[in-house]
């Protein structure tokens, strides 16, 4: 079956503090993964994708994830958090032209 | 470039009345839209996908015609709750792919209230 896990539901830091949220994924094909970020009320913003090649991805705002095909984990990280970083975060799989399947989301709480 | 746009952003319509929204892409044909909803502190749930000019796709469990959704051109999908209800209430989220791209870019969302 196809899935996204996202172990953690809520994760405080504070501010200047490193961040890492886990996302574990089940797919049959090979997969293409991403991370979205959501603010409240707003739509989703990608954050950075995987589709092939390096294994550690960079992408906006200081993300980076790196792919782990052996343990099928695309974990996201920040080595240091920014009080607007605050949101909800979401991992995605799909394939090149399949749906996309999110997991269920973490809400990431920043403290001064 | 790639932005996708939703209208309206907020409406309150009252329980029984229909409900049309607009997901364009601005800068981009989108041979494929998806149709999320989106309850409070909850993921994204994916109800029906479309490709230009033919029927869309739902997701199991999502009434198709209750939720009627039209994507007649490159750049415009439209998804219509008929004859609202209360529960219909959520924020419905719109996303984009065109036929260049392997992601999906998605709208800013609607809020439904259902009355």
């Known amino acids: 079956a196809q899935s996204v896990t996202q172990p953690d539901i809520h994760i405080t830091v504070s501010e200047g503090a490193s961040l890492e949220l886990r996302c574990n994924y089940s797919?049959?094909?090979?997969?293409?993964l991403f991370w979205y970020v959501q603010s409240p009320g707003q739509g989703l913003q990608l954050l950075l994708k995987?589709?092939?090649?390096?294994?550690l991805v960079q992408g906006i705002k200081g993300f980076e994830a790196e792919f782990k095909r052996s343990q099928s984990s695309f974990n996201l990280r920040k080595p240091s958090v920014h009080w607007s970083d605050a949101a909800e975060y979401f991992c995605?799989?799909?394939?090149?032209?399949?749906?996309?399947?999110f997991g269920t989301g973490t809400r990431l709480q920043v403290f001064p | 470039g790639a932005v996708v746009s939703q209208h309206p952003s907020r409406v309150i319509c009252k329980s029984g009345t229909s409900v049309k929204i607009e997901c364009r892409s601005l800068?981009?044909?989108?041979?494929?839209m998806f149709w999320y909803r989106q309850f409070p502190k909850q993921s994204l749930m994916l109800m029906a996908t479309s490709n230009e000019g033919s029927k869309a796709t739902y997701e199991q469990g999502v009434e198709k015609d209750k939720f009627l959704i039209n994507h007649a051109s490159l750049t415009l999908s439209t998804l219509t709750v008929t004859s609202a209800h209360p529960e219909d209430s959520s924020f419905y989220i719109c996303s984009a792919r065109s036929s260049n791209f392997n992601e999906q870019y998605f709208g800013p969302g609607t809020r439904l209230t259902v009355t």
């Open positions: 797919y049959g094909a090979t997969p293409y």
């Open positions: 995605a799989v799909g394939g090149r032209t399949d749906k996309l399947i």
């Open positions: 800068d981009f044909q989108a041979t494929t």
């Open positions: 995987y589709f092939s090649g390096d294994t």
